[in-house]
DNA sequence: ATTTATTTTTAGACAAATCTAAAAAATATA
DNA sequence: TATATTTTTTAGATTTGTCTAAAAATAAAT
């Protein structure tokens, strides 16, 4: 089934409004779309009769199991934009967002499994948050710094804290980017530089503070 | 200044009927956007007032040069986006129009922009039309298939005549894609196949057949 | 030069998504 | 418990893009 941008956005901010609070209300859900209260009663109606949303009027309102998969399905679109932007058009992750909020909305499922696929199926988005995959399994990860992986793990680079253009330029020159592969080798206590191989690239050292700044996961 | 969808969607399309005649009539839009003429009748109004547009009742209309550059940059994307598809998502060429329609109206410049650049600045896309560049200059490219290139001559690749698996697959083990470079080594009368040399890798031989099935241009 | 046929436009209606202003329900306060 | 406040919903209007049916203009044919 198909929905209309409208009724897409209307559904990916009931489902972020849901992790925060069972049931959702009228005026937040307002707020969250720059809109106005009247309007959303409008839509709530439309949502229900699609099967999308239980509703009781004055009540409060969640999605179905129904809804749910669609937003999902939603957030899983955005966040492999997002993914895309970054590590493949070098966008920086805090300028992302809007774009991928238009993208997300281009539903032909071949392509996102196609991008899904380009991108190497990663699991968690420029800003640390997981990928829900085809089936709408939302990964659980532990993120964690550099400085916090034992020795000879292997760990895959979800984000960056510090996001200036000096630390970019830092990274870049170690080839680390997101998504890319990263062996932690052996810490050294003088000052805590931790040698590392990054994907096929020769080992090297990165200080301390650069590796509290790479946050990685698992597998 | 930025349009709605369905405002792009006719001045992209009166666009293309320009390239047939001059002039267009209110009745072969309508034919090329599956709709009414009365609807386009509206349409041509509000794109009259906003200046894209030269219309006299029942003479027909062109774009005027706002328009038309207008048109130019939704061209742009949409072209970009099949050469993305193809070169990048593993579509072949005659499924990818459909999504790009979607996508050309994420009319973000930067992303366009990034994206050109990620794409290496095509100028020809899979269909083997020019991409025109971000200025609005639409290059003219002479193509020729690899039978007919001189020797020593350095082309990039820019369509393939038959797209069956058959080829895919074999175009595929030679490392040829769309938008890679090629040098033709040498030509043997024998069974006039060619040695050529694709990117980096070995030189390596093909087919008479195989060479009169790819599409190339030069620079 | 009329008549006929085609093309284009107008007039008026409709659906989606929105708004304002007012009414109704729920919640908080005295 | 009665009153005040907040939240939510309704009623009716608006905008964008569409449609059908009828009228007007243009083009073709006798």
Redesign the interface.
């Given at each position: 089934m198909n929905f209309s941008i409208t009724e897409e956005n209307y559904i990916k901010n009931i489902y972020h409004l849901q992790q925060q609070s069972e049931l959702v209300n009228t005026n937040s859900l307002a707020f969250e779309l720059q809109t106005k209260p009247a309007s959303v009663t409008d839509m709530l109606k439309k949502l229900q009769i699609k099967n999308l949303l239980d509703y009781e009027k004055y009540k409060g309102f969640r999605l179905t199991n129904k809804g749910n998969k669609v937003a999902i399905n939603i957030v899983r679109r955005h966040r492999l934009w997002e993914f895309f932007?970054v590590t493949?058009?070098?966008?920086e992750w805090d300028k992302v967002h809007?774009?991928a909020e238009?993208?997300e909305?281009?539903s032909?499922q071949?392509?996102i499994q196609?991008?899904d696929?380009?991108l190497n199926h990663p699991q968690i988005d420029p800003h640390g948050d997981p990928i829900p995959d085809g089936n709408g399994k939302i990964p659980i990860i532990h993120q964690l710094s550099i400085a916090d992986v034992i020795e000879n793990k292997k760990v895959i680079v979800s984000s960056v804290a510090n996001q200036s253009p000096a630390i970019l330029e830092l990274l870049n020159h170690y080839h680390i980017n997101i998504g890319t592969e990263i062996k932690i080798n052996q810490r050294f206590s003088f000052d805590r530089s931790i040698e590392i191989k990054v994907g096929k690239y020769a080992p090297c050292i990165i200080s301390e503070l650069v590796a509290k700044n790479i946050f990685v996961h698992h597998e």
């Open positions: 932007l493949k058009l070098g966008f809007s774009i238009e993208l909305h281009v032909n071949e392509l196609k991008l696929r380009f």
